[in-house]
């Protein structure tokens, strides 16, 4: 008889608390946003609630959606989740918060350094296998683990958001954003290709969606490796963009 994929979904009870905290975030963000759009009507525009209630919603779905219980049966998604956490919640709450983003002073690439070093560090160390398969047998460290990706995206995307081209100092931007991709591609090349097993863990959950560990474990990386070059690299193409263009180009004499 044909092999038969053994489909085993574990049951999913919605996390009331942090749908409520996040309900509550979303709830009082739009009622400030409607408050300054009263009193000023181009103080905020819509874009900035949508990219907010968009970031909140990445966290959701992140942390207290059905992805949360099948990231402990497929690398797959535990890899969506650190994605969304990451590189779709962090930049999407600093665009709808643009006073945290005017703020931000970075002035060279040595500066930028510590936010770099920070997710990279948050990338490479969770993924260590020890570390991994800690953070997944054990609740408590499952949430520092998510918490860490979410602060460090945060810190990360900070000095990238918000910009402003016409400034010299943002040639350490696209810079930044290349260096950030050289971990993140080394990992997610080394689980697509190393031709084995890093995360044991998997070997002993029911085959999801037809995937062997091995198949999933390779298409995490895959995942991994294009997500991050693109969105890591769209504004650094952007930003460049933008500085050569005459409007853009930086202003002679400009501290660096």
Same mark, same amino acid.
């Given at each position: 008889?044909?092999?038969? $994929?053994?489909?085993?979904?574990?049951? @999913?009870?919605? +996390?009331?608390?942090?749908? *409520?905290? /996040?309900?509550?975030? &979303?709830?009082?963000?739009?009622?400030?946003?409607?408050?300054?759009?009263?009193?000023?009507?181009?103080?905020?525009?819509?874009?900035?609630?949508?990219?907010?209630?968009?970031?909140?919603?990445?966290?959701?779905?992140?942390?207290a959606s059905p992805i949360s219980v099948l990231d402990h049966q497929l690398l797959t998604f535990h890899m969506v989740k650190h994605l969304l956490l990451m590189i779709v919640?962090?930049?999407?709450?600093?665009?709808?918060?643009?006073?945290?983003?005017?703020?931000?002073?970075?002035?060279?690439?040595?500066?930028?350094?510590?936010?770099?070093?920070? $997710?990279?560090?948050?990338?490479?160390? @969770?993924?260590? +296998?020890?570390?991994?398969? *800690?953070? /997944?047998?054990?609740? &408590?460290?499952?949430?520092?683990?998510?918490?860490?990706?979410?602060?460090?995206?945060?810190?990360?995307?900070?000095?990238?958001?918000?910009?402003?081209?016409?400034?010299?100092?943002s040639w350490s931007i696209p810079l930044y954003l290349f260096l950030a991709t050289l971990p993140c591609d080394i990992l997610s090349a080394f689980l697509a290709f190393c031709?084995?097993?890093?995360?044991?863990?998997?070997?002993?959950?029911?085959?999801?969606?037809?995937?062997?560990?091995?198949?999933?474990?390779?298409?995490?990386?895959?995942?991994?490796?294009?997500?991050?070059?693109?969105?890591?690299?769209?504004?650094?193409?952007?930003?460049?963009?933008?500085?050569?263009?005459?409007?853009?180009?930086?202003?002679?004499? &400009?501290?660096?």
């Open positions: 008889m044909p092999h038969q $994929a053994h489909v085993h979904f574990e049951p @999913w009870p919605l +996390p009331l608390p942090i749908t *409520l905290l /996040l309900g509550c975030a &979303a709830l009082l963000y739009t009622l400030h946003w409607f408050r300054l759009r009263s009193a000023h009507a181009n103080a905020m525009p819509v874009w900035r609630l949508t990219a907010f209630l968009g970031g909140l919603l990445s966290i959701w779905a992140a942390v919640a962090s930049p999407l709450i600093l665009l709808g918060a643009p006073q945290l983003v005017a703020a931000r002073r970075a002035s060279s690439i040595r500066q930028l350094g510590w936010p770099l070093f920070l $997710a990279s560090a948050t990338v490479v160390g @969770w993924h260590i +296998p020890a570390a991994f398969e *800690l953070a /997944l047998e054990s609740h &408590a460290w499952h949430g520092v683990e998510n918490a860490s990706f979410l602060v460090a995206g945060l810190l990360f995307w900070w000095p990238v958001v918000g910009v402003r081209p016409e400034d010299a100092r031709g084995r097993v890093v995360y044991t863990v998997y070997l002993a959950t029911p085959h999801q969606f037809s995937l062997a560990p091995l198949d999933d474990q390779q298409f995490a990386g895959a995942l991994m490796w294009v997500s991050v070059t693109l969105i890591y690299l769209l504004p650094a193409v952007v930003i460049t963009v933008q500085i050569l263009s005459p409007k853009g180009a930086p202003v002679k004499g &400009a501290a660096t």
